[in-house]
């Protein structure tokens, strides 16, 4: 009988260690987060300012093109 529960502790181990990793890698993202300069969140801001714009002014066009196409 204590051979069928051995496994099990070892899957349990396994578990509790993968689980720790998780925890420490979470822990590790939280600190480089913490570590952004206020400079480096407005760089990062204006990129994605410039990415809804871009995508902002191709929806218009394409809904400019569609209003022509059905004008006709």
């Known amino acids: 009988m204590e051979e069928k529960k051995q496994p099990?502790?070892?899957?349990?181990?396994e578990l509790a260690l993968k689980e720790e990793g998780a925890v420490e890698?979470?822990?590790?993202?939280?600190?480089?987060a913490v570590e952004k300069t206020p400079e480096?969140?407005?760089?990062?801001?204006?990129?994605?300012?410039?990415?809804?714009?871009?995508?902002?002014?191709?929806l218009y066009a394409e809904f400019e093109n569609y209003k022509?196409?059905?004008q006709k």
């Open 40 to 58: 480096q969140e407005i760089e990062e801001l204006k990129k994605e300012l410039e990415q809804y714009k871009d995508k902002y002014l191709r």
């Open 68 to 70: 022509k196409r059905v």
């Open 25 to 32: 890698e979470k822990q590790e993202e939280e600190v480089v």
């Open 8 to 13: 099990t502790d070892d899957k349990d181990s």
